[in-house]
């Protein structure tokens, strides 16, 4: 159990009448792309536990290593599915912190708009929680502890009495950071489970973003130069705190690897240099759009090896993970569909060979 002493004031608004149009809408889809996580994930399918994702040995830190080659066979399984376990628990301890952030905009934010989105938006993170934690009970059979950093972000943006920080940290920075971790999962695993599992949660997390993005676009125009620094260096502090640190060190330290050579061995992986990158593709963008573009920013982004992520079509990759999500669907309801109708034709045939 972990306790976070919380300050803050709790915002009630007696003005029922007037929102935004653009919020209201985006509460209404909210409402409508509620689903449930029984039904609509196929949880029938079965998964290799140590191989849950598919996901090419060439993607695993040690691969090519000099413990790659001491391994056994049975020790390779063994990495896959900790591997695994550790990015699913990742997504499972981000999603019950986007729960509880969302909670707590309902209680914080001023505009009864936003407070109705992010009532649905509490609903849909509970779901993703339930989705995670069942996949790693159920088909891979265990779970990791929550990330030192990804831990500490969190507890920075719920101490924070400032009502748009948990927009800040959960719906740009750490949503758009499982975002972008989810869709190359996605991309690339050839598992029709957690396939479906990381297609239907980003279609909700696409509305997320939007919706941080909505909420302080409009409140960071009306703030001073020094309150955007003041935002702009939590984020700088969070962007280097993930691409340092969130990198699966301790499944290394699992095989009897020592911390610092974990790390070490993080940084040399080409993959994984790549999927720290990738990382930034929905932060940088999303930054600069609410108006957090400030020059020590930009600088930490030039750093970083992102700053040209900031000119991404965020709209259009949102569009994508809807579009990639309703594809889905259809194929899963086409092949239902034609199943059905095979069964009644040789139940129809089965007759007929009866009654002759």
Known sequence: MWEIEASGSARFSW?????????LALYQKGKDKQ?????????????????????PDQNLTLYDTPYWGRMSEQDRRELRKRYASWQFSQFLHGEQGAMICAARIVESVPDLDAKFY???????????????????????GMTYPINDSLQALLGDTLRDSRWDMPYLGMQVLIEGLALAAFGMLRDTT??????????YVMQDEARHVAFGRMALRDYYKQLSDAELREREDFV??????????LRGSEVLEDFGIARAEA?????????LGLFRKLLFSRIVPCVK???????????????????DMGDSNLDLLMAQDEEIAEKLDAQRFAAEETAREAEVADAIAQGAADDA
């Not at 849909?124 to 891979?140: P, Q, S, T, V």
């Not at 050839?190 to 297609?199: A, E, G």
């Open 289 to 307: 759009d609410i108006g957090l573009w400030g020059e020590r920013l930009q600088r930490a982004y030039l750093d970083m090896g992102v700053f």
């Open 118 to 140: 992010s009532a649905t938006q509490t609903m849909d993170e509970a779901r993703h929680a339930e989705i995670y934690a069942r996949f790693l009970r159920d088909k891979i």
């Open 35 to 55: 689903w449930d996580a029984v039904t609509r994930i196929d949880w029938d399918l079965e998964v290799d536990p140590y191989d849950p994702l598919g996901v």
């Open 15 to 23: 003005e029922y009448d007037d929102g935004r149009d653009r919020l």
């Open 190 to 199: 050839d598992k029709p489970l957690p396939k479906q599992i990381l297609t």
């Open 236 to 245: 700088i502090e969070g962007c280097y705190l993930m691409r340092d640190r």
């Open 263 to 271: 790390e070490q061995l993080s940084e040399r992986s080409e993959y």
